[in-house]
Structures are given as C-alpha cells and as structure tokens.
C-alpha cells in the first residue's frame, strides 16, 4: 500500500526529459504511480517548448544530462533564466565531475545516477517531499491534510489546531493498521501512571468534537482504526 504522505504527490505535474526511449517508458510507469500527471520530453528542445507550454502548471522536473540537441544541464540552465526555484532533479549513468559542479549553481535538488532503483525512488520522492515542505504532511482523505509537526488538520481550507496528544494519536493511525488501547497508554501517557477507562473515553469524545464524522473507527475491544 501507497504511504500516506506519498499521496501528497497526487497533486504534483511533473516534467520528465530522457532520450532513452525504453527507459522513459519504464519511470514514467512509475513516475505514474505517485504523481498526477508526467509530461515527457525526449530531449531538451522538446523539454523547453514543453515548459514553456506549462510552465504555470510544472511544479518538477526530472532531467537527463547526456542528450542530442539541448542537454540537460543546458536546458536546466535555460528553466533558470525563467524560474529560479522550481525542483529540478538530475538523472544520469555517470558521475562528471564539472556536471555536479554545474548542478550546484543550478540549485538542483539532488542528482541521481542510474539505474533507477527502487531504494533510490523513494529517496528521491523523500527529498522532493523535503523541498516542497510536505515531508510531515500526511493526505488522510481528500479534502483533509494533517501535518504532524505542527499539530495541524487541514480540512479544506479550515485549520484545526490539536494539542500534542491528539497529534500522536492521529501519527499513530497513519502508522498503524489499528491502534491498540495499550498503544495509546505507551505512547500517550506517562507508561508508569496508566490512565483509567475513563481518561481515554474523555479524550476521544473531545478529539470526535474537533475533527471531522468517520476520520476515525472504534473496533470494540480493540482500539482504533482511520475510517
């Protein structure tokens, strides 16, 4: 299953320039997975007249160095003059030592070498989370975000501010299948003052008033799950 906080990709266009045309095949089938739409370009006269097409609607992309016509430090050169802080990755299957030092001036966010692994996906979609400064937001429904390290949920364009144990709790459904009412001793409570039956029923008929119908379930005699 998709992490939660993957899901906040959904959202995102990417631009993806690669002349191997096997290879593009192949990531832009993943890119797929986590983005909402991948634009492609062959090479960099291509990337830049697709650019400059959606440039308002771009929010990464995802380049290639060795290409015919423009290549990918040219046409990362050219996005530059037009917009300085849009995320630009670098792929390549070598480790040129002036290509990494041109990719510093270009504020490029990271450079990755090939072959695209699935440790180096999640790496890549970890750091993108980074940049866009989405890495402790999580997508629990459509219309509700949460950011844990502001103890916020974002429910359309209303903010709920929670206090520090109803933001572990709701880490603790993103987290887990089901949490345990053991769980939520451990992890919300002091574990040596174990808190009564009535502690807990206290706290989730608050946090119930707070957020929205069915963000969350009880199984009876188990704990709690996301609706």
Not at 178 to 207: C, G, H, R
Request: aromatic share 12%.
């Amino acid at each position: 299953m998709l992490d939660k906080k993957y899901k906040l990709l959904k959202s995102k266009i990417v631009l993806y320039v690669e002349d191997d045309l096997a290879l593009q095949s192949n990531i832009k089938q993943v890119l797929n997975n986590f983005f909402d739409e991948v634009l492609i370009a062959s090479d960099g006269d291509e990337a830049i007249d697709i650019y400059l097409q959606n440039q308002n609607r771009i929010d990464l992309i995802i380049t290639d160095i060795n290409m015919p016509k423009t290549n990918g430090i040219e046409f990362s050169k050219y996005i530059r003059e037009y917009d300085k802080k849009l995320l630009i990755v670098i792929m390549s299957a070598y480790t040129n030592t002036d290509y990494l030092l041109d990719s510093i001036d270009l504020n490029i966010i990271t450079y990755i070498t090939k072959p695209f692994t699935t440790k180096k996906v999640f790496l890549l979609l970890d750091k993108i989370l980074n940049s866009l400064e989405l890495d402790n937001q999580f997508l629990l429904k459509n219309n509700i975000k949460f950011n844990y390290e502001k103890g916020e949920l974002m429910v359309e364009e209303k903010s709920i501010i929670l206090t520090s144990k109803e933001t572990i709790f709701l880490k603790l459904l993103i987290d887990n299948d089901i949490v345990s009412y053991l769980m939520m001793y451990e992890y919300m409570w002091d574990y040596d003052k174990q808190p009564t039956q009535n502690a807990i029923k206290s706290f989730i008929k608050k946090i119930k008033k707070k957020v929205p119908k069915d963000l969350f379930k009880n199984k009876q005699g188990v704990g709690y799950y996301l609706g």
